[in-house]
């Protein structure tokens, strides 16, 4: 069983579009993440979730949203994509205690176009 | 505030060679630190951390790494790698201010050459 899941994997799309990925955990985590890894691989964190309460937020453009429906599952939903927006997206999860590290999903690949 | 600095983006050795990969922190308060690893076109996969205690962690795949609080740095090691230790290494930290937060390197590529 997958313990990160991300949908989908791969997702190819045209400028000024809105698309959602989609992502559930089945570990029992409290704590959900995204990150974004740019084309040099640099990984940033864009949000942090723990118990469906937003706890993350970094500068990130305001057309990314995020949405919690319970502690299993954060979306990521993004307005009118850019160029710039094409990136590999990461969730992963976590316990609240420190030190446990992160379980990260395989990635979707955003193509903007 | 939290940073971590990996000095070299990549890293080329022969086949039954060691390597070591290095990585260096920044912290105001006491770490806990990680490698994760991540394969061609998947994500990233916890290999060590580093919490407390001994300060010599061993991990998945035959990988070590070494906490050095004095020069603030957690470098990876491999006695023997092969061809399919190439990858993405990223070094993270976090600590008990962070909110669990974990900060990456910028990775560094490590190449296997047979």
């Known amino acids: 069983d997958t313990a990160v899941s991300q949908t989908p994997k791969y997702l190819v799309t045209q400028m000024g579009n809105d698309k959602s990925i989609k992502c559930e955990q089945n570990?029992?985590?409290?704590?959900m993440y995204w990150y974004k890894q740019d084309s040099k691989k640099f990984l940033k964190i864009m949000f942090s979730?723990?118990?469906?309460?937003?706890?993350i937020n970094e500068t990130v453009p305001n057309r990314f949203s995020p949405k919690s429906p319970d502690k299993a599952h954060l979306n990521l939903h993004i307005n009118s994509l850019e160029l710039g927006d094409s990136a590999v997206y990461f969730c992963?999860?976590?316990?609240?205690?420190?030190?446990?590290?992160?379980?990260f999903g395989s990635g979707t690949r955003l193509t903007v176009v | 505030a939290q940073s971590v600095t990996q000095l070299d983006s990549q890293v080329p050795v022969f086949e039954e060679a060691p390597v070591e990969l290095r990585c260096n922190y920044s912290?105001?308060?006491?770490?806990?630190l990680f490698w994760y690893v991540q394969y061609p076109n998947q994500g990233l996969q916890l290999l060590l951390k580093?919490?407390?205690?001994?300060?010599l962690v061993k991990g998945i795949n035959g990988f070590e790494a070494e906490f050095n609080k004095s020069q603030t740095s957690f470098h990876l090691r491999k006695p023997s790698v092969h061809i399919s230790d190439t990858a993405e290494y990223f070094c993270?930290?976090?600590?008990?201010?962070?909110?669990?937060?974990?900060?990456f390197g910028g990775g560094t590529r490590l190449m296997v050459k047979p």
């Open positions: 570990l029992g985590h409290d704590t």
């Open positions: 992963a999860s976590s316990p609240s205690q420190l030190g446990y590290g992160y379980t």
């Open positions: 979730y723990n118990n469906k309460e937003l706890i």
């Open positions: 580093y919490l407390s205690g001994s300060t």
């Open positions: 993270a930290v976090t600590n008990n201010n962070a909110g669990n937060m974990l900060t």
């Open positions: 912290s105001s308060v006491s770490v806990y």
